[in-house]
T-cell receptor, first 111, second 116 residues
């Protein structure tokens, strides 16, 4: 298994601004998944990007993947107060290995 | 997306009692389920990996006799915290994988355990 490391650890922005968070990992992957966790809740699956994809969109979310740099980014455009949460990445090396998590990026969107 | 439920969502118990938490995949069959624990302001820590019909694989430092995991069917896994103590108070989250396609992992809403 491997664990993604999110950066920055914390991010505070005004509502309407864009939020960018990054994820780095160590070994080759089949795909990489991004999750959101609101305080005291379980994780919500946001988006999955495969290793042969470079960019993927879902609503206000844009995810990029650079396998040469072993990194991914999650961009949230036109942020809302409801986007306030912790965001985690999960690089998946395939073979149905276990998934472990880093400390995440704690995003605060100020109304 | 796929739905995973957990029951109960919140439980308060006395020290020394055992607590069972259920994790169900509602609309897919989960070949693998994972149990995580999360302390306040910390990340999720993987406790164990559970495959249907076989014994769970525990992470280092997790007592398998204290945290009993049963994955008896493709839609249900249970975690029993035996002889719970206040230090076991935490947020327990399960997740499930279908083992197909992109192998996405779907999470339950979590169970808040408070041991008095």
């Amino acid at each position: 298994s491997q664990q993604g490391e999110e950066d920055p650890q914390a991010l505070s922005i005004q509502e309407g601004e864009n939020a960018t968070m990054n994820c780095s990992y160590k070994t080759s992957i089949n795909n990489l998944q991004w999750y959101r966790q609101n305080s005291g809740r379980g994780l919500v699956h946001l988006i999955l990007i495969r290793s042969n994809e470079r960019e993927k969109h879902s609503g206000r979310l844009r995810v990029t993947l650079d396998t040469s740099k072993k990194s991914s980014s999650l961009l949230i455009t036109a942020s809302r107060a409801a986007d306030t949460a912790s965001y985690f990445c999960a690089p998946d090396s395939g073979g149905y290995q276990k998934v472990t998590f880093g400390t995440g990026t704690k995003l605060q969107v100020i109304p | 997306g796929a739905v995973v439920s957990q029951h109960p969502s919140r439980v308060i118990c006395k020290s020394g009692t055992s607590v069972k938490i259920e994790c169900r995949s509602l609309d897919f069959q989960a070949t693998t389920m994972f149990w995580y624990r999360q302390f306040p302001k910390q990340s999720l820590m993987l406790m164990a990996t559970s495959n249907e019909g076989s014994k769970a694989t525990y992470e280092q430092g997790v007592e398998k006799d204290k945290f009993l995991i049963n994955h008896a069917s493709l839609t249900l896994s249970t975690l029993t915290v035996t002889s719970a103590h206040p230090e076991d108070s935490s947020f327990y989250i399960c997740s499930a994988r279908a083992g197909l396609g992109d192998n996405e992992q779907f999470f339950g809403p979590g169970t808040r355990l408070t041991v008095l």
